[in-house]
């Protein structure tokens, strides 16, 4: 089992920036790769980022591509990321994710892990 514990959410307005940390623990050596998600009301969690827990390749939606930053600690055994240039449209509640098997994938259930999210709101 892994625990995932996200914080750094919040309030801001259009343009700010937000980190989002996400500390893993228990047999975090099972990870292969950490991906945020978020989910918007209504809408359907879908993938942000994406970084191996080894190795250097990340992963984008476009909609976030140039904005937000995917970064790890494997020392501190925590994820971020780094939002910038927020916009309303990324209003969700962030959640992050482990995948313990190789390959690259953005389906959501393929993720073994689940944090229990937090919100980020973003006021125009």
């Known amino acids: 089992q892994v625990q995932l514990v996200e914080s750094g959410g919040g309030l801001v307005q259009a343009g700010d920036s937000l980190r989002l940390s996400c500390a893993a623990s228990g047999r975090t050596f099972s990870m292969y790769a950490m991906g945020w998600f978020r989910q918007a009301p209504g809408k359907e969690r879908e993938i942000v980022a994406r970084i191996l827990w080894s190795g250097e390749s990340t992963y984008y939606a476009d909609s976030v591509k140039g904005r937000f930053t995917i970064s790890r600690d494997n020392v501190k055994n925590t994820v971020y990321l780094q939002m910038n240039s927020l916009k309303p449209e990324d209003t969700a509640v962030y959640y992050c994710?482990?995948?313990?098997?190789?390959?690259?994938?953005?389906?959501?259930?393929?993720?073994?892990?689940w944090g229990q999210g937090t919100q980020v709101t973003v006021s125009s």
């Open positions: 994710a482990v995948r313990k098997s190789p390959g690259f994938t953005v389906v959501v259930r393929a993720y073994d892990y």
